[in-house]
């Protein structure tokens, strides 16, 4: 059995009440160890070390500040298996995705805001004519709680607490309950590279018991989120009335429009990765592909074909392209989808069943499922199903295609597949998203802000938009005689 702790104080320790929770394999469906159910009073312990080590984490230097940050990096990156096999096991993605993604990006997270926080300046105002000057202090906030999914876990957990980190704050944080064994190997990586004790304390556990204690600790002052849409709305109300900064990153329901003009062979391709990678489930997947009439045959046939040769299995062989998914709860849900396309008049290209992975029978693995649709007031095409199930539909012209890809309630992202210029210019300033991407799909650069509009959230990660999410601007006037 491979059992988690809570992370507290530079230390591990067992949840004060002694509760645990079962932690599955899902590419075996098999319970592999326990992860403590920590409650309220985990979090207060949690708390009161991130506030004890606030006063001279805030105050130490940004050059020692980013050394800490950059070794915590490198010990990632020499840990790269360990650390990739342990996401594979706990989350069923496949380890090629572990090791050249997941952990990779983790690494970059903490070297990239390692690097953010020694360039991150704040501005001056010079009052002229007042014989007044005012500048703006950007402080850390103090403790600051981070919540994340188990969809990309030590990559997300990483992407919260690196920038609260750099900019000084002390965190205290909560892995996915599905997926905590990367966020747990992290805290030995941490005390390895000198992080003083307190300064990251990660405590396990559900969403609506650890998660909801995190939320509504009075003097945790800023909450990072990113999970499901529902979750972001629960923590919005409850966090309101005490005036907590938020972040919130939700759903997505991406549209993914391809123009007859576009690069085909690059498109297919990448239409595969942006529909399945990660088995569809990653916010930015496009799962609501739109195709201009003249290809749309064409395009039907050659993207079944391609599909039809993804290989899925066990997450572990290099060679899978899909692993299993996350949970068994979460492979019914994504099943329940699949089996409602018939109700609206939905068409199954291809996919829609489980799979017998030899030696793995109990594991949760699903084909990747192609379902043409005829509208997109479809539930298939306005619901998040976060699975390895996408929709296509052909469209006339680029007003008809704009107006289907807005009318939904998500905004996160969108893709866009054509070589013609003013097109480009048209459509990306009226996609109601907060990513656009042209002629490509996940290409990340970390400076750039992240986040969705509409019911894919509140605020912007990435760049200096996380450091500022992290910190409190204060104006400071200083009135001067001449
Ligand atoms: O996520 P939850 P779930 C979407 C996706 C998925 C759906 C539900 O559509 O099917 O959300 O997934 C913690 N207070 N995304 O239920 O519950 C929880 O413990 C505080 C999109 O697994 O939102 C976990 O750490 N915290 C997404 C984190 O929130 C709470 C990624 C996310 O879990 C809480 C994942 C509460 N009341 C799912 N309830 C994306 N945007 O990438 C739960 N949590």
């Known amino acids: ?245 938020l972040s919130l990153e939700l759903g997505g329901k991406n549209p993914n429009i391809i123009f007859s003009d576009c690069n085909y062979e690059e498109m297919l391709q990448t239409t595969v990765r942006s529909s399945f990678a990660n088995q569809g489930q990653i916010c930015l997947c496009g799962s609501r592909i739109f195709v201009e009439k003249p290809i749309y045959e064409k395009f039907k046939k050659d993207f079944v074909e391609a599909v039809s040769m993804l290989k899925i299995g066990n997450p572990f062989n290099t060679d899978s392209d899909l692993g299993a998914l996350v949970s068994k709860e979460h492979l019914e849900k994504v099943k329940s989808y699949i089996e409602s396309a018939k109700d609206f008049g939905g068409e199954i290209l291809f996919g829609g069943k489980t799979v017998n992975v030899a030696n793995h029978e109990n594991g949760y693995y699903l084909q990747p499922t192609i379902i043409e649709v005829k509208s997109n007031q479809c539930k298939l095409n306005q619901e998040e199903i976060f699975g390895p199930v996408v929709t296509i539909m052909p469209f006339d012209s680029e007003e008809e295609v704009l107006e289907m890809a807005n009318d939904v309630s998500y905004g996160l992202s969108a893709t866009l597949w054509t070589q013609n210029l003013d097109r480009t210019m048209r459509m990306t300033k009226r996609l109601q998203a907060g990513i656009v991407w042209v002629n490509t799909w996940v290409l990340r650069d970390l400076r750039t802000p992240f986040g969705g509009v509409k019911s894919s959230g509140v605020g912007r990660e990435g760049g200096f938009e996380a450091l500022r999410f992290f910190t409190e601007p204060k104006n400071i006037c200083i009135k001067y005689q001449e």
């Not at 009161?48 to 940050?69: C, P, V």
């Not at 309950?177 to 559900?206: D, W």
């Not at 969403?207 to 849409?229: C, E, R, Y």
């Open 1 to 245: 059995m491979k059992n988690v702790l809570n992370y507290i104080n530079g230390e591990y320790l067992p949840p004060v009440a002694d509760r645990w929770i079962d932690n599955y394999n899902p590419s075996s469906g098999e319970v592999y160890g326990q992860i403590p159910d920590s409650d309220k009073e985990d979090v207060a312990l949690a708390y009161q070390a991130a506030k004890e080590a606030f006063s001279s984490w805030s105050n130490t230097t940004l050059e020692e500040r980013s050394q800490i940050l950059l070794k915590i990096s490198q010990l990632i990156l020499d840990n790269l298996d360990e650390l990739a096999k342990a996401e594979t096991l706990d989350n069923g993605k496949p380890i090629s995705l572990s090791k050249n993604v997941d952990i990779p990006r983790a690494a970059s997270n903490f070297s990239f805001f390692a690097k953010a926080i020694t360039q991150f300046a704040s501005e001056a105002h010079e009052s002229v004519g007042l014989q007044a000057m005012n500048y703006t202090m950007r402080q850390p906030i103090g403790v600051v709680g981070c919540i994340s999914p188990w969809n990309l876990p030590l990559y997300l957990f990483t992407w919260k607490i690196a920038p609260a980190l750099a900019a000084g704050n002390c965190v205290v944080a909560k892995p996915s309950e599905v997926t905590p064994m990367t966020a747990y190997l992290l805290g030995k990586i941490c005390n390895e590279a000198g992080l003083p004790k307190g300064v990251l304390n990660i405590v396990n556990g559900l969403g609506h018991t650890t998660g909801q204690a995190i939320v509504d600790h009075p003097n945790i002052k800023a909450i990072s989120f990113t999970g499901g849409t529902k979750t972001g709305a629960q923590i919005a109300k409850l966090a309101a009335p005490m005036f907590k900064k």
